[in-house]
């Protein structure tokens, strides 16, 4: 019995083939950047989360290409893909443009799939109408929103720029014409605790969302995290707090809720700090949350629920 549903393990059975992503960086920018929503970004961004081996400044058309080539070369050629829009807001150009870009991924020969990384406040319906034209064809849609907290004073706190309401109108209006969404969240972002987490996974769970990437909370220099950090006003959560929490997370998520991402890899000197959040502890960080599960009895989906929550809550003598 798996204990969590990754994203392999779905795409596998959903494809009969091993399934890869396929990262993608381009020259987008992000409104809460540029002015347009705010300036200065969240307090965490760091290059808009562009893998270090990628540059927008090389063509799409080479970033698939030498991607594939890299996934077929170590896992055969008896592989599917998904092109994956990671870095910045890749909803946020021309819809022309857009077109362009999402086009010419699909064009390439096994890509059954695009995910498209973007904000809750920067999905205009005509996007969203343009990623439903490929469902309609076959092509399965993933929109990754970043919620990152479902707690609204912790978006201000971090200069999100959006709030809790976006989200969720994103999410019903994505959903609606057949996209799957996919939902960030980050564990132990400044001022929060365990009923914030929580309460994030509940939201996920009542909005039904199709996916979810949660990772720890992480400092990278040149950030406003950072300065908070050094100043002593911030400290990230340890590796076996992070554990709890992400396994707490987990019992409330519904069992067929598709977890993509567990824990965040970045590179030193880049990485103030935790020392877990690197390329050589991943698989460390999953197997601990693994092993927590197992240790509680529990699996994905094995908490009280929400629903039940919301009962108890609508059935209070006035409540409103
Ligand atoms: S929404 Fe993403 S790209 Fe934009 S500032 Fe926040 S973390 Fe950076």
Redesign the pocket.
Known sequence: MTLIRFFRDYARERFGVRVRKIPVALPFT?P??DGSKGRG??AY?YR??RPDHLSPRVSMREQIEEGIRRARERYGRELKFFIYFQS??NTYGDIAYLRELYEEALSFEGVVGLDVGT?PDCVPQEVIELLASYTAKGVEVWLEL?LQSANYETLKRINRGHGISEFVDAVLRAKEVGLKICAHTIVGLPGEGEEDFLETARLLSVLKVDGVKIHPIYVMRNTQLAKMYTRGEFAPLTLGRYVKYAADMLEVLPQDCVVHRLTAEAKKPALLAPDYCTYERKLEVIAAIEEELKRRGKRQGAGEGTIRNLKELVQEPGGA
Do not use: E, S, V
Request: a positive charge; glycine letters at 24%; hydrophobic letters at 15%.
């Open positions: 992000c809460n950047i970004g969240c961004c808009g989360a910045y807001t904000r970043g």
